[in-house]
């Protein structure tokens, strides 16, 4: 019925199926509705958040989707600015996975501060020492370069594309699409490094306290690092399951393959960095304060087996896997380092988020355990659900994969 | 410890907590809520709190001054115990204050207390992250008092909100008014008598445990309990600079102000 | 329609600047800032003239001097009044949310008649009526009308007392302190006369053998004062503090020495004491000390090691301290500030005569002629009353008055004590708040709140020297209320009974006149104090004695209930801003918490958490374990006042009330109810 909508030349399920299957993400849509409305109506007190944990599942939620969707800007980077053409056949992937990334991550924030209707003072008031102001800033800009990004996309669709004003203006930004990516990729850089500071500069929080290189303290440039290291193959991971889901050939596995050499590069430079830095925190910055390594864990939840899963299970192996040829370009290996190369990176966002403020750092205070309620997991749900809906429809009426047709020919 | 900047003040408000003196009678701890307008938590608040949100969660309790109970860790017989009240430290070097993205908490008024602003605050609580004292607060629910008992709220603190983190700022509207009463008087606002300007904790304290006064001026007790050698404060070695002292001849309460190494001895 | 580059540009630019020059965003932005700090539901504060006047607050046991802060009027809050000897300018956790009590959830609003299982408000006038008309009939008769007052240092027990004497009734008791225990031992068992003091003021070494000075004993308020005074920042101290108790609780945190005492062995640590400074050549001018004496030699310290559990040496260390020290003064009574027997009490006499430290304070000249005399009262044993009510072996009161106390919810078995109380024909509650015994009253009429009205404190027990200190009403009453006092001087009148005064103010004027104190300085916050001293002439009565002692085992599992002031009194449940005050290990939601050290639970085969049935004399409670080191092993400590089935939101229905299961016994020798470290059974549930 609609397939008039379509991208030319393409296939796509029936109607029916497809309003069912937006029926089914509503779900999780419309859940995570009622607890938004609850948030706004009584305030954030009905999460699981607390005076101990101030931040937590969301701050950990958007700190991953935000590394994750990093695909944006560095793939945008290496094609626009490195002139890395094969690129093309992904990029819209990694636009539109980097758009629902960080629009989720700001409405997340938008329930997660107290006061939503103040969330403008960032730019009124701004504190210019803060590396949250840096975020505030980095992140809203770059949420419009990525609105610029995806709207050619949008405007290219079949029929919009003949209406000759919008043409003229997708093709126009087209040509500009090199300084957007620019523009994008000096401000996802700073937020990427800004978010890392944001803990790095915590010096009354031994846990993710470290010094560093001019008003930087080393996280900025790990954060950096780690999200390039991942966004790649996240966007990767994202297309190999729209395969799955649809049936359908998307993107040349050549192209993945190129994506996880990108990721395994910047993951084996970040690891470098990462156990250089874990190494002179344990024996350095924190015998400084009087803490051991061994008093930063406690009990299973904040045990040790947290940091050896994010180094090395999902750190190292997924480094190794990505940059050794003969691994990545088989396509089972490629998505498994792709995805423990996510989850280490999750893991690392959670531990700097929870595990910093767990710590009790007063000696005669207490470990305590924080546990996300159904308040915190909705919205989160919500934004999963809202990056499906998004895709969902990208995907059948978008001409997001250049290489699709030609893939699929019979 | 990292580059951050520290502001001198010619007046340093400031408290010497005597330790060996301090019965945990919790006195302090009601004073402070009825005079900065602290509402008790609300029973009605545990349905949509979904956890207990009642004033036995410590961790959702506004407690601006708050006493810890700590103890040298052995068994009995061996067991000691003491109680140590914690207001906010009012850093030298406040971890909160740079944090802030909207300027809605600053050191820079003379006196050296950190102050918040409630209007301004947007309540990201990034200074709740970074204050290892715990001594930052959030609203999570608009305050609630007992049907009539919002008709006696104290004219020095105004109610806020939902949503805003809140702190001990040594009840700031006291250091206002003596500072009022000395223009009045005809002396000098910046170098306050002892005693002119006291905070409601001190002021109520049976045992005189909290003693305050400026730290910077030798006519005031706490310039030179803080110089005792008995004196110490809360993660020295973090840097950042507590105008709040604590006081005891006892080792393990001194050893229990800071993080040491196993071997280290304390300097 | 062709867009080049420059119409591109233009566009972009010119639509996000033409937007801001609308005023649309400047003034959402504005308003938002506004709306933001300034909804509706946001109590505003009301600001005018700053004001603070004088009282005495008795919300807490003893009474702190405080000087009410007024805005525009209103009371918000207190401090404390430095001109005034008994607190010096400190104020209990208590009596510093005083303001916000007035306006507590739970203030009854005004007299009201049981009517089934609800109430309905009545006047005072048909208040005044019902009871003239049910009075009328048992005048001259002994028993039948009996009054429960919570209040030991006001002249309103002189109405009070007096009315029922007026009546034919001697059915007055106090409720059980450690004052009611020093008087059964000092002014009953030993014929003494006055009170027991303790000069805190002037000791240069205190020991307490189980009183909890800093919490729970006398006026806590001064005991801090006193304590403090002598502990000064700059230079040495002055005074050494030596806790004696099974719990390292806030007076032992403080201490320079805990010497841990089983709660039932206390007595036999103190006869340990007196045999050890004996043995030293100690003596004192006390009848049948050398009988006594004798007595005190069975209590070597291996004995005392068994009945106490303190070791020989911490016990001769204890006495050596004692025989040094210029002015030691001994401190007897108990954790929870009742239930100890006369034994103990009488070897804290014995102490403190042999350290030439007996203080005796004389008796307040009555103002009420026709009233009892108040240390024959204090000594009378309410629990051993109820208890034969309730066994049937004592006649239930028609007419039971209870003046600001909470029998059924205070007294230790409280359930069955609240049993008791309910067999009285017509129970009658003055009380400012809906508490437990109000709830199960026939007739509840308010007392106004302690700001609100006349009152007074005569020599607060505990204290070195005779006070005498007056509250007056600082602010108008919230509620429908009438001063206690003037509703029975008003009941009297209509009975016939005559106390020879009108109003309650005439009482005080005649107190204070015949005290020789000044009324306005009084009234202006200043406390009387007097220097004169009682007579310290009683006498030791060994035999009794023996066999009370002879009753402490030492074995087996005790109970020590802790009272501890910030969660309020078996008078006041816990105020709302006091709740942050309570520990998560005394308290967590709904379930209270029991401390024990790691051996105790191990021996019970208990940790941290574990969810248990305490059950003692009849009854059980409901906690949870916390594992607290401080508590010695063989003694289960458990805090005092929660579990409150009355009262409002905030307080009801949290934790389990602990008197429940203080499980009381017969005090061989003397007959005194006793419940200090009772036997208390824990199973895991």
């Known amino acids: 019925m609609d397939s008039k909508l379509f991208p030319e030349g393409i296939e796509r399920c029936s109607l029916g199926k497809f309003l069912a299957w937006l029926a089914f ?101 701004p ?37 000759p004003f919008l043409h003229h203006l997708a093709h126009q930004m087209h040509v500009h699409m090199a300084l957007f990516a620019g523009i994008g990729t000096f401000l996802s850089t700073f937020h990427q490094g800004s978010l890392g500071g944001m803990y790095g500069v915590l010096f009354g929080r031994p846990y993710a306290f470290r010094e560093g290189f001019f008003i930087w303290p080393w996280t900025f440039f790990l954060f950096v690092l780690s999200a390039v290291g991942s966004g790649p193959v996240f966007t990767v991971l994202v297309c190999t399951f729209m395969e799955k889901l649809t049936g359908r050939k998307l993107v040349d596995f050549k192209v993945k393959a190129l994506m996880g050499k990108i990721a395994g590069t910047m993951l084996t430079v970040y690891m470098f960095f990462k156990l250089l830095d874990t190494w002179a925190w344990a024996v350095d910055v924190l015998p400084r304060m009087g803490l051991t390594f061994d008093q930063m864990f406690w009990g299973t939840v904040y045990g040790k087996w947290m940091l050896w899963t994010e180094l090395f299970i999902c750190g190292v192996i997924p480094a190794i896997m990505l940059i050794t040829p003969a691994i990545r370009n088989r396509p089972a290996l490629l998505y498994l380092a792709g995805i423990l190369d996510c989850l280490g990176i999750v893991i690392n966002r959670y531990v700097f988020t929870v595990q910093t403020i767990a710590l009790p750092v007063m000696p005669f205070d207490k470990w305590y355990v924080y546990v996300p309620n159904w308040a915190e997991w909705a919205p989160s749900v919500m934004i999963i659900a809202y990056g499906f809906l998004v895709m969902s429809l990208s995907y059948r009426y978008l001409p997001v994969f250049p290489q699709e047709k030609a893939l699929n020919a019979k | 410890m990292s580059g951050h900047a520290t502001k001198e003040f010619k007046v340093r408000w400031g408290m010497v907590i005597d330790v060996d003196k301090c019965t945990g009678c919790g006195a302090c701890m009601v004073a402070c809520q009825v005079e900065n307008n602290i509402a008790p938590a609300t029973p009605e608040m545990d349905a949509w709190a979904g956890v207990t949100h009642d004033a036995s969660n410590k961790l959702r309790t506004l407690t601006w001054m708050l006493v810890y109970e700590i103890n040298n860790k052995k068994a009995f017989p061996e067991y000691e115990a003491a109680y140590m009240p914690r207001p906010c430290m009012q850093c030298a070097s406040p971890a909160c204050v740079p944090v802030c993205p909207v300027v809605a908490t600053d050191k820079n008024e003379e006196g050296g207390i950190v102050s918040q602003v409630y209007p301004r605050c947007i309540g990201c609580r990034y200074c709740m992250a970074a204050c290892p004292y715990h001594a930052r607060y959030f609203n999570w629910f608009d305050p609630t008092w007992p049907t009539g008992m919002d008709k006696g709220l104290s004219p020095s603190t105004s109610v806020r909100p939902r949503g805003v983190v809140e702190k001990c700022n040594f009840c700031h509207t006291r250091f206002q008014q003596a500072k009022d009463k000395a223009r009045q008087d005809g002396g000098d606002p910046n170098n306050l008598p002892d005693g002119a300007y006291v905070t409601a904790c001190a002021e109520v304290c049976p045992t005189g445990a909290i003693v305050f006064g400026d730290l910077n001026n030798p006519e005031h007790k706490v310039h030179a309990l803080a110089h005792s050698k008995y004196a110490f404060r809360l993660l020295e070695k973090l840097g950042l600079g507590p105008q709040v002292y604590y006081y005891s001849k006892r080792e393990w309460v001194h050893r229990l102000g800071d993080n040491y190494l196993p071997n280290e001895k304390k300097a | 329609m062709g867009l080049d ?70 009371a918000y809050g207190v401090e404390g009044n430095s001109a005034n000897e008994l607190s010096k300018g400190g104020v209990c956790p208590l009596c510093a949310t005083g303001s916000q009590m007035l306006r507590s959830p739970s203030r009854v609003a005004g007299p009201m008649k049981k009517d089934g299982d609800k109430f309905k408000p009545i006047s005072w006038d048909e208040a005044e009526a019902l009871l003239a008309e049910k009075l009328k009939g048992l005048k001259g008769q002994d028993g039948k009308v009996a009054a429960i007052s919570g209040d030991l240092s006001g002249t309103a027990n002189e109405v009070l007392s007096g009315f029922l004497a007026g009546l034919g009734s001697k059915s007055y008791f106090y409720m059980p302190a450690d004052q009611t225990a020093m008087a059964k031992t000092w002014n009953g068992v030993m014929g003494g006369s006055g009170q027991i003091g303790y000069d805190l003021e002037e000791a240069d070494l205190i020991l307490c053998i189980g009183a909890d000075i800093m919490d729970a004993f006398g006026p806590v308020v001064r005991n801090q004062k006193a304590f403090a005074a002598k502990r000064p920042m700059e230079g040495d101290k002055a005074l050494t503090l030596v806790y004696a108790g099974p719990v390292r609780n806030r007076t032992a945190a403080v201490a320079d020495k805990w010497v841990a005492v089983r709660p039932d062995g206390a007595a036999a640590f103190a006869m340990g004491l007196v045999n050890l400074l004996a043995k030293s050549g100690k003596s004192a001018s006390l009848g049948g000390f050398s009988e006594f004496a004798d007595l005190a030699a069975k209590f070597g310290p291996e004995a005392v090691e068994k009945l106490a559990g303190v070791n020989a040496e911490a016990l001769k260390d204890v006495a050596k301290a004692l025989f040094t020290a210029k002015n030691p003064v001994v ?97 009658v509650a003055f009380s400012t708040f809906m508490d437990e015994t109000a709830a199960l009253a026939d007739l509840v009429l308010p007392a106004p709140h302690p700001f609100e009205r006349l009152d007074d404190a005569q020599n607060p027990y505990g204290l070195g020297k005779a006070t005498y200190a007056l509250a007056t009403a600082v602010v108008a009453p919230e509620k429908d209320c009438k001063g206690t006092p003037d509703f029975i001087l008003g009941l009297s009148g209509k009975l016939g009974v005559d106390l020879g005064f009108g109003a309650f103010e005439d009482v005080l004027k005649a107190k204070v006149s015949a005290i020789g104190a000044d009324w306005d300085a009084l009234a202006g916050g200043a406390a009387y104090v007097s220097d004169k001293k009682g007579s310290a002439q009683a006498s030791l009565d060994a035999g009794a004695l023996s066999k009370a002692l002879a009753g402490i085992k030492g074995e087996g599992l005790v109970l020590v209930a802790q009272a501890h002031l910030n969660i309020g009194t078996g008078k006041l449940a816990t105020p709302p801003h006091n709740l942050p005050t309570i520990r998560d290990t005394e308290l967590y939601g709904k379930d209270v918490f029991v401390q024990m050290c790691s051996a105790t639970a191990k021996s019970l085969g208990v940790s941290e958490g574990s969810k248990v049935k305490l059950a003692a004399g009849g009854a059980d409670i409901s906690a949870r374990v916390s594992l607290y080191e401080g508590v010695m092993p063989g003694v289960v400590a458990a805090p005092l006042g929660l579990g409150r089935t009355a009262w409002d939101p905030y307080t009801k229905g949290k934790g389990d009330n602990v008197s429940k299961i203080l499980a009381v016994s017969a005090e061989p020798g003397t007959g005194f109810s006793v419940w200090a470290g009772s036997a208390v059974s824990v199973a895991k549930m």
């Not at chain 1, 209707?117 to 960032?122: C, D, P």
């Not at chain 3, 649309?24 to 709306?35: E, F, G, H, R, V």
């Not at chain 3, 005018?48 to 009410?68: F, H, N, Q, R």
């Open chain 3, 5 to 74: 580059r420059r119409a591109f540009i233009k566009f972009v630019v010119g639509g996000a600047a033409g937007t801001l020059f609308t005023p649309i965003p400047w003034k959402l932005a504005d308003d938002a800032s506004i709306w933001s700090q300034n909804w509706s539901w946001i109590p505003r504060l009301k600001y005018g003239a700053l004001t603070a006047d004088a009282t005495y607050s008795k919300l807490c046991p003893a009474g702190c001097a405080v000087k009410v802060k007024k805005v525009a009027g209103i």
């Open chain 1, 25 to 125: 993400i509503s779900l999780g849509l419309a859940w995570g509705a009622y607890a938004a409305g609850i948030i706004f109506w009584k305030g954030i007190g009905v999460t699981g958040l607390d005076n101990y944990f101030g931040f937590g599942l969301w701050i950990t939620f958007d700190l991953a989707v935000i590394a994750l969707g990093a695909g944006a800007f560095f793939t945008g980077f290496l094609k626009y600015i490195l002139k890395i053409d094969q690129l093309k056949n992904i990029i819209n992937l990694t636009v539109i996975v980097g758009f629902i990334c960080y629009s989720g991550a700001m409405l997340v924030l938008t329930l997660d501060i107290g006061q939503p209707i103040r969330a403008w003072f960032g730019y009124w008031h």
């Open chain 1, 127 to 163: 504190n210019v020492h803060s590396m949250l102001t840096e975020v505030i800033f980095c992140i809203t800009c770059y949420c419009l370069v990525l609105v610029i990004e995806y709207l050619p996309l949008i405007l290219e669709q079949k029929q919009l594309n003949k209406i």
């Open chain 3, 331 to 427: 401190v007897v009574g108990t954790e929870p500030g009742q239930g100890a027997g006369v034994a103990l009490n009488a070897a804290g006499v014995a102490l403190n005569a042999m350290l030439g430290s007996l203080t005796v304070l004389p008796e307040f000249p009555k103002a009420v002629a026709s009233a009892p005399d108040r240390a024959g009262l204090l000594a009378k044993d309410l629990v051993g009353w109820l208890n034969a009510v309730d066994a049937g072996k004592a006649p239930a009161p028609e007419v039971l008055f209870v003046y600001e106390a909470n029998p059924a919810y205070a007294l230790p078995q409280a359930a069955n004590m609240a049993k008791a109380l309910r067999k009285a024909g017509t129970l």
